[in-house]
T-cell receptor, first 110, second 117 residues
């Protein structure tokens, strides 16, 4: 099946620092999505990317859909304690199922 | 903002018993999904459902699993004879439709934690 490689697996940063995480795939996806999951909750959509090369921002978050449609990155600027959680990339194919990356666990030190 | 709701939040079941997990998708959504997340692992696709039939299913979704849309609002996942390895978080998701909205993202519920004893 399709595999998404997400890195890094975890990050421990100081409040105020910028964060960058990325996903790569051997397969092409039509849509790339970034979700955040807090403990005991479901994934919450952060950003959706629909076109190759697209760069989209949502507040302090910026994500890009790679030109090859096989990768994406997510940046968080000026991190704050509530950014703590697990961030997942997900690729959506023509069949509409989502393939998730392994997640990046973000920890922010005040 | 409309939400996907799931019940119960936590289900404890004896191995071999049947379990039904319930979901109420967002009301104008027509495409429904179940995903599974084993503790500490990534979210895995189980099944998608559209127009009252299964659209896609993964290898995980074997004969022990079934889905149903019993009425206009609920979407259920049934596991007929649970195994220890079925212990996981089960997430329901929905999205608006295919066609011109086919790229719309899926929205997830908060999940049901299934514990098999």
């Amino acid at each position: 099946g399709q595999q998404l490689n997400q890195s890094p697996q975890s990050m421990f940063i100081q409040e105020g620092e910028d964060v960058s995480m990325n996903c790569t795939s051997s397969s092409i996806f039509n849509t790339w999505l970034w979700y955040k999951q807090d403990p005991g909750e479901g994934p919450v959509l952060l950003i959706a990317l629909y076109k190759a090369g697209e760069l989209t921002s949502n507040g302090r978050l910026t994500a890009q859909f790679g030109i090859t449609r096989k990768d994406s990155f997510l940046n968080i600027s000026a991190s704050i304690p509530s950014d703590v959680g697990i961030y997942f990339c997900a690729g959506q194919d023509a069949g509409n199922m989502l393939t998730f990356g392994g997640g990046t666990r973000l920890m922010v030190k005040p | 903002e409309p939400e996907v709701t799931q019940t119960p939040s936590h289900q404890v079941t004896q191995m071999g018993q049947e379990v039904i997990l319930r979901c109420v998708p967002i009301s104008n959504h027509l495409y429904f999904y179940w995903y599974r997340q084993i503790l500490g692992q990534k979210v895995e696709f189980l099944v998608s459902f559209y127009n009252n039939e299964i659209s896609e299913k993964s290898e995980i979704f074997d004969d022990q699993f079934s889905v149903e849309r019993p009425d206009g609002s609920n979407f259920t996942l049934k596991i007929r004879s649970t195994k220890l390895e079925d212990s996981a978080m089960y997430f329901c998701a929905s999205k608006i439709d295919r066609g011109v909205w086919s790229n719309q993202p899926q929205h997830f519920g908060d999940g049901t934690r299934l514990s098999i004893l």
